[in-house]
């Protein structure tokens, strides 16, 4: 099993609909959680990072962190067909490591 | 703003061969990482380091090395080639690598061994 795992997709959603990514992660000691976005073929951009339970918004991007249920997601408002796109969940683990552990990506697809 | 470049963009090389790949981080990171994606998959974490120091080290092949120079720009030196490390690699820079710290990426070197 994945240390991070991201709901399997494609994903796809008509323009304007909420697309909602979801990510669950196995190591009770993950203390930061990011969004990243990649567009086939460049590199991961970060959408959003949070580190306290709750809800985090960004514009039209809401990040929302369960610790107890070990449970991340993103919210994407007003979907748009630029929005399409492989979303990676990141998670960073408490201690002396700092690298990211990746899910292994949502395809998410706007339809116009 | 400033990004992390990278450098070549992208690189062909022959099975067996060595390539040297340049990560210059956004000015003022101290922290830089190295990450391999291959076709279709999520980045892997190779290595990483902090203020010149080996920090971490993640799946790295004992055929990579890397280290960081004293203006904190980084090399990935890969040798023996094999086809299996046709990827992009990525570079990520960070300031202070605490847990909060957020990672930037570069645009990656496309490597292709044929």
């Known amino acids: 099993q994945k240390e991070v795992e991201q709901n399997s997709g494609p994903l796809s959603v008509p323009e304007g609909a909420i697309a909602s990514l979801n990510c669950t992660y196995s190591d009770r000691v993950s203390q930061s959680f990011f969004w990243y976005r990649q567009y086939s073929g460049k590199s991961p951009e970060l959408i959003m990072s949070?580190?306290?339970?709750g809800d985090k918004e960004d514009g039209r991007f809401t990040a929302q962190l369960n610790k107890a249920s070990q449970y991340v997601s993103l919210l994407i408002r007003d979907s748009q067909p630029s929005d399409s796109a492989t979303y990676l969940c990141?998670?960073?683990?408490?201690?002396?490591?700092?690298?990211?552990?990746f899910g292994s990506g949502t395809q998410l697809t706007v339809l116009p | 703003a400033a990004g992390v470049i990278q450098s070549p963009r992208h690189l062909i090389k022959e099975k067996r061969e060595t390539a040297t790949l340049k990560c210059y981080p956004i000015p003022r990171h101290d922290t830089v990482y190295w990450y391999q994606q291959g076709p279709g998959q999520d980045p892997q974490f190779l290595i990483s380091?902090?203020?010149?120091?080996?920090?971490d080290k993640g799946s790295i092949p004992d055929r990579f090395s890397a280290q960081q120079f004293s203006d904190y720009h980084s090399e990935l030196n890969m040798s023996s080639l094999e086809l299996g490390d046709s990827a992009l690699y990525f570079c990520?820079?960070?300031?202070?690598?605490?847990?909060?710290?957020?990672?930037?990426f570069g645009p990656g070197t496309r490597l292709t061994v044929l």
């Open positions: 990141a998670v960073k683990v408490w201690g002396s490591a700092r690298q990211l552990t």
């Open positions: 380091f902090y203020e010149k120091m080996q920090s």
């Open positions: 990520a820079s960070s300031l202070g690598g605490s847990q909060t710290d957020t990672q930037y």
């Open positions: 949070i580190y306290s339970n």
